[in-house]
């Protein structure tokens, strides 16, 4: 047998906690009893030979490096040292026992010096240089609450908890403990002989994965900082470490657990080389994205070849097999959050998801001890959260096929609503999502189309959500399920769209039904609404229509195959461009008619169109302008604003059409449209008709027939050219109101709205 290891006492307390009496107690009875040569290194010594005053804290790295030369020149002299400092923070301990680079292995034992806050303060107060209250009350709360205390797995043979002050004398104290330290040591170094070693046995390299874990689950845009779509620092990054050095992945990862966690965690390389074994085991964005790929099994690295056996303590998690299930269970955590079912344990819920993932036999008892050597101390979940709902890590609370929903409302918000913040939410998703898994997975199942601006979720969509969330589906929630599957397999449904019959509830023969393919779910107009196509026999495409949601009843579900991608898209393709022409969802019964509006012309020669004509008053035309924005701005000829008049922006369409004498309406507006919107729409009829008489249509004629009946029916309703309800003055075609507000000198912001095509 060799030599034993040197060993190097190291001295952890608060200020004033008696530390200093304690290290020379310490070397005195190491001394006599054993008769060893001591070294005593002071960090206030230190202080004192650099600062010329012990209170100057100075720079922390030049303490450092004088610690590091006696700790050098004692191994060299076969000297065993009291090092005594603070060393409150677990941090600065593994700085001393782990990360400091030392040519032979030393036997760390921990002597901390446990005394109570009240005592120290005395301590303080009757010493010749007081300290800040608040540095002691500081340096005993990051011992006892706000970090991990010292323990053995931190690179100690043995960890010695002294508490003075309680009745026996310190110097019994100590004699007591050094009696007993030998035996100590033999059973720690025996139950840590059992382990199977791995490159991440030693807690610093054990807590900086961990930690760079958590980093990455709770900031998944580090991991975009390399690339050029990701130029905006995370504003919660900006606040921690501002600014981020420059370099990669790696170089900004290191910053940050620096700054986070302690010095000792901040090696680039050491986190360089974590990324790319955390990518080797599956726990990268590429692999946790894939449900269907055969991840590989957790592996550590091997113990390094030219390391000696540490011959101090050692985490549970050094054990190769233990560490291999803990990660395992995280990696399946960050995989598959809170995917836990009602009436489950979460124990017994995550193992028997383990066994058909791994393919291992697990138990509840190994997932519960692996959730509590991570979840908890490791900040992954706070202590004061039971895990009975399920976990999820970091921002990680969404399945792909969910994120990519996500980013599909996003995109719709951004686009039709013009929200800038939803914006910018939406572009950084697409591109995290384009990185996971490539290309797109296909066309939006949903849409907007705001002619008439729906809420962001009307009620009808919270029921019908609400009831497809019921343990026992709903019929309208199951119909609501039949359609979206249907969709996203191309597949045919069997339906019929019969408002009586569907709302009354009455039986439906399926006579009545038809096979049609749903192609999109659109919100309009504040309700929902299904796109379906026709087969169209011996054509390739069929006639598209749109039917209300609330109206469908779907008899069944086609099982054969779907159709390909290429029709399906060019499905919507064509109903977007149908949406243009006709400044609504109005596409007629005439397929001839709708492919000849939904092509591109043969020959240069288009399709005719029917005009609608009408003037406007100068207030209608102030309003009625955003609503032009529905058609093709081709399709649309105006006039340009009068002396006095301005409308604020630049309208869609030609400025063709001079503006009229007529004091009354003076603005002319034509609208180019296929002649069954002007014959069918019933949308368009409502927009034109509650304008009242702020316009005067005058083309065509069959329509011009029909609003003057409206208008002929409404004032046989309402004989009296005005009257009071509610406070309210009604007036036919006006545009008078009681009890507007008056203008005031102060305004206060409470929140946005979007309601009726604007942002309020």
Known sequence: ?????????????????????????????????????????????????????????????EVEAVIHEQLLAAIAAGESVILEASYVRRAFRLAITQALPLPVPVQWIGWWLDTPVAQCLAWNRQGPNPLPEGVIRRHCAQLLQAAPVPHRQEGFAAVVRLQPAQGVALEELIAAELGRLDACV???????????????????????????????????????????AAEEVDGELEQLLSPLPAGGLEQQAAALLARLHGACYGDAAAVMADLQWLDQCGFSSRCLAQSELALPAIEPPPWPEHCARPCSGLPRLADREFFTRVFT???????????????????????????????????????????????????????YRSGRKGYGLGAALLSLPELREVSEL????????????????????????????????????????????????????RRRASAAAAPAASTAGAQLELIEAAIRQRQ??????????????????????????????????????????HDSIGQPQGLLRYLELEAVHVFQREQRRGRSVERHCAAIARAQLLEQCC??????????????????????????????????????????????????????RLAAALPGDSWGRAERGSKGLRAGDDP??????????????????????????????????????ELVAELRSWHQAALQTYRAKGHEVDGTIVKTGGLLRKGAPSGGAQAFCDHLLFHDSRWR
């Not at 939803?422 to 907007?448: K, V």
């Not at 019959?501 to 999109?520: D, I, L, M, N, T």
């Not at 005439?590 to 012309?601: E, F, I, R």
């Not at 009354?664 to 002007?678: F, G, I, K, Q, R």
Request: glycine share 6%.
């Open 410 to 461: 996003l995109a719709l918000q951004a686009e039709h609503l013009g929200d800038s913040r939803a914006a910018a939410i939406s572009t950084a998703l697409q591109q995290r999502l384009t990185c996971i898994d490539g290309a797109s997975s296909g066309p939006p199942q949903r849409r907007w189309l705001l002619t008439t601006p729906p809420p962001l979720a009307s009620r009808a969509c």
């Open 329 to 383: 269970v995280l990696r399946h955590l960050l995989r598959n959050p809170h995917d836990l079912q009602s009436g489950e344990l979460i124990a017994e819920h995550l193992a028997n998801s383990l066994d058909s993932a791994t393919g291992q036999s697990w138990t509840a008892r190994q997932v519960n001890a692996a959730l509590n050597e991570t979840l908890t101390p490791y900040g992954f979940r706070l202590p």
């Open 1 to 61: 047998m060799g030599d034993p290891p040197l060993r190097f006492h190291l001295m952890i307390g608060a200020a004033r906690s008696g530390k200093s009496t304690a290290a020379r107690i310490l070397a005195a009875q190491l001394q006599c009893a054993f008769g060893q040569e001591l070294r005593y290194i002071s960090s206030s010594q230190i202080r004192q030979e650099l600062y010329g005053d012990r209170a100057i804290l100075g720079r922390w790295p």
């Open 492 to 533: 045919r449904l069997l339906l019929c769209h019969s408002r009586s019959s569907y709302r009354q509830g009455s039986q439906v023969q399926g006579s009545q039904a038809e096979a049609v393919w749903p192609v999109q779910l659109l919100l309009h107009g504040s309700r929902w609404w299904v796109l379906i196509e």
């Open 583 to 636: 400044g609504g969802l109005c596409f007629g019964n005439d397929l001839p008619s709708q492919l000849a509006h939904s092509h591109p012309p043969v020959d240069g020669v288009r399709p005719q169109l029917a005009s609608l004509r009408l003037r406007c008053s100068p207030a209608v035309m102030a309003d009625i302008r955003r609503e032009l924005d529905r058609f093709q701005p081709s399709a649309v």
């Open 664 to 701: 009354h309406y003076p603005y002319p507006v034509e609208v180019d449209l296929p002649a069954w919107v002007l014959e069918q729409d019933q949308e368009l009829r409502r927009w034109l008709f509650s304008y009242g008489a702020g316009i005067h249509l005058e083309a065509p004629s």
């Open 186 to 228: 033999r059973r720690g170094a025996n139950r840590d002989a059992a382990y199977r070693l791995h490159g991440y046995s030693r807690l610093l390299d054990l807590e900086r994965l961990l930690y760079l874990i958590k980093l990455l689950s709770e900031h998944p845009k580090l991991t975009a900082t390399n690339s050029a």
